[in-house]
């Protein structure tokens, strides 16, 4: 800035109430599509154009990116919704309060079987229940963390086939860039992952194809946050008001189709997602294939800010894969849902950044959901909602 | 009894005197890519009493082996993709071991961490004893500090040595070409590389450098 340019008051991000209370950051990632907001945030600007001086971090699993967070080794990471819950709760390790910032991603998941399982006749979950059913040998699913969302998409996709994912398979975890090789030794007959080491990859390579993407087993769902620990937003609001800013911007930016090509470009470099930028593009173009002959254009593809429809961390979200984890007996005991969303989505912050910018806030933190099985999932009752289900732990 | 593991595990962490460990018996899987500094962490926890089940490579079936290994401890490499693999089986239930990022006595934290950044990290089935767990924690991350300073004395020495030899072929080339003797060419090279701020080394890489394209 020249000495010369007028200064608008409160326009600085440098100045005044808001200044971030810590402006160095790391912030981690994993190498998938969906932390392409993070990254063109970083990318374009929008981290420093905000008072923060971010720098972002690969990881190798989403247990060192917990880990990593409760040491304060990082300062905010890309998270498997379900898993902030998880660690909130201290499901299967340990215990820390936990907070969603916003969502980064609705879409964009995959459910792949493979070719010995099509060539028993399977292609989606019907034909699959039929080749269990017969019998002959127990087969194997994978998902990438044991709270995370794509164990809770193959699980709810599993059971309104008819399929018991805890009895009737077995189901492993594996990490997203092991999946095809995992496949191809066969040590599994399916997983479900994110792009871009879903379909493209599995059906490029001829081992598998996609049974069902996770947008047609929910319209528009959650998938990925931007989430810290408790700890961090109360310390440093600001600091966590100023990145909400910086990955708005930078989710609206994504959501422009025409930008999407310049996206997967920068994505797909080696420091951060390591794929082919065409693997990458295809998909964040909505251009699908599922490997047994049908392509199509799909609008729900992978979304990133949809006017603040994908960012706005709904309770009635959290309160979802809280009562899929008390379905699967990760929860053992039901838990105040609404009460447990509350502490963990900071709806708040969200809101007061978004109204800034211009961006719409839903009247209501919990809006009524129906998943392709049918079954509406209505967040005034989630009790009755996983007592509802005739397959569960 | 836990107070007791406490205070040797200090001490023996101190005097590098394991051996007092020889009556625990904990059952601990190794997983790691590097399979030569696995080996030497397999014999320090060996030598110190715990019962090294196992040591697998991140590359190989991890599921498989926890689950036939059934391991009270796993000790693992922290940058391992593996490690989702481990939590995956830490919800199934209590026979298989937990990540563990602290200790019951908050003063351990900094242990946690000091094995964090050396690159290690543990999972423990619940009703693991603290102090073991403790203890084994402790081993595993003296030894890793002492093969740390091992590996930064042995590259300290070798990048002398190396020095050396490149200060010395400049020198031999300024003899050669400028007819000097081993003093005055040895001062030339002084005085260039405190005129040009550089280490001697670099000067005379340098020189070299330019001299092979020349």
Same mark, same amino acid.
């Given at each position: ?393 | ?73 796993? $000790?693992? @490499? ?7 693999? =481990?939590?995956?089986?830490? *919800? %199934?239930? &209590?026979?298989?071991? #937990? ?50 300073? $091992?590996? @930064? ?7 002398? =040595?190396?020095?050396?030899? *490149? %200060?010395? &072929?400049?020198?031999? #080339? ?41």
């Amino acid at each position: 800035m020249t000495p010369h340019e007028p200064v608008a008051p409160g326009a600085s991000p440098l100045a005044g109430p808001g200044t971030p209370e810590k402006t160095k950051l790391t912030i981690g990632f994993i190498a998938l599509t969906d932390c392409a907001s993070l990254v063109m945030a970083h990318e374009l600007g929008l981290f420093r154009k905000h008072g923060l001086d971010v720098t972002l971090s690969r990881q190798p699993s989403w247990a060192a990116i917990r880990d990593r967070l409760s040491l304060g080794e990082l300062d905010a990471a890309h998270l498997l919704y379900g898993m902030v819950y998880g660690v909130h709760l201290g499901i299967g390790g340990p215990r820390q309060d936990m907070a969603i910032l916003m969502g980064l991603n609705h879409n964009g998941q995959g459910i792949v079987l493979s070719r010995q399982l099509r060539e028993l006749g399977a292609v989606d979950g019907p034909s699959l229940k039929k080749v269990i059913a017969r019998g002959g040998r127990r087969y194997t699913f994978a998902q990438t963390f044991p709270t995370g969302t794509h164990a809770m998409w193959l699980y709810y996709w599993l059971a309104a086939a008819g399929i018991h994912p805890l009895r009737d398979v077995n189901v492993i975890t594996v990490p997203p860039p092991q999946m095809v090789a995992n496949m191809r030794a066969g040590n599994m007959d399916g997983y479900c992952v994110g792009e871009p080491w879903g379909g493209a990859r599995a059906i490029q390579e001829g081992i598998g194809f996609t049974a069902t993407t996770t947008q047609a087993i929910w319209r528009n769902h959650p998938e990925k946050v931007l989430g810290t620990t408790r700890a961090f937003v109360e310390r440093h609001p600001n600091t966590a008001r100023a990145m909400i800013r910086a990955v708005l911007e930078a989710s609206r930016y994504i959501d422009i189709m025409a930008n999407r090509d310049r996206v997967a470009g920068i994505i797909s470099a080696a420091g951060y997602v390591d794929a082919p930028a065409g693997l990458i593009a295809a998909r964040l173009r909505g251009e699908y294939e599922n490997g047994l002959g049908r392509k199509w254009q799909d609008p729900d593809c992978m979304k990133f800010f949809n006017d603040g429809e994908v960012n706005y961390p709904y309770l009635s979200h959290g309160m979802w894969f809280l009562t899929q984890q008390r379905r699967w007996g990760l929860l053992q005991q039901d838990v105040d849902y609404l009460a447990v969303a509350r502490e963990v989505n900071r709806i708040d912050l969200y809101a007061e950044v978004a109204r800034t910018m211009g961006i719409a806030v839903p009247q209501s933190p919990l809006k009524t959901e129906r998943l392709f099985d049918g079954v509406v999932w209505d967040p005034s009752a989630p009790q009755a909602y996983v007592e509802s289900f005739a397959i569960r732990a | 009894m836990q107070a007791t593991c406490h205070n040797h595990a200090q001490a023996s962490v101190r005097a590098h005197n394991l051996q007092s460990y020889r009556r625990m018996s904990a059952r601990v899987l190794i997983i790691d890519a590097h399979s030569e500094r696995t080996q030497q962490l397999a014999q320090t926890l060996a030598s110190a009493g715990f019962e090294v089940v196992g040591v697998v490579e991140e590359t190989q079936d991890v599921h498989d082996a926890v689950r036939t290994l059934r391991p009270d401890a796993i $000790l693992i @490499d922290v940058d391992s993709p593996s490690r989702d693999t =481990l939590e995956g089986l830490a *919800v %199934i239930g &209590k026979r298989f071991p #937990r990540p563990i990022l602290m200790l019951s006595e908050s003063t351990d934290t900094e242990l946690v961490h000091d094995a964090a950044r050396l690159g290690i990290s543990t999972y423990a089935v619940e009703g693991f004893s603290p102090g073991l767990l403790r203890s084994l924690i402790a081993v595993a991350t003296a030894h890793f500090q002492r093969q740390r300073l $091992l590996t @930064d004395e042995l590259e300290e020495a070798q990048q002398a =040595l190396q020095d050396r030899r *490149v %200060i010395d &072929k400049a020198k031999y #080339r300024l003899v050669q070409e400028m007819g000097m003797t081993e003093e005055a060419a040895y001062h030339q090279l002084r005085r260039m590389a405190m005129e040009r701020g550089l280490k001697l080394a670099e000067l005379a890489r340098l020189l070299l450098e330019r001299g092979a394209t020349s």
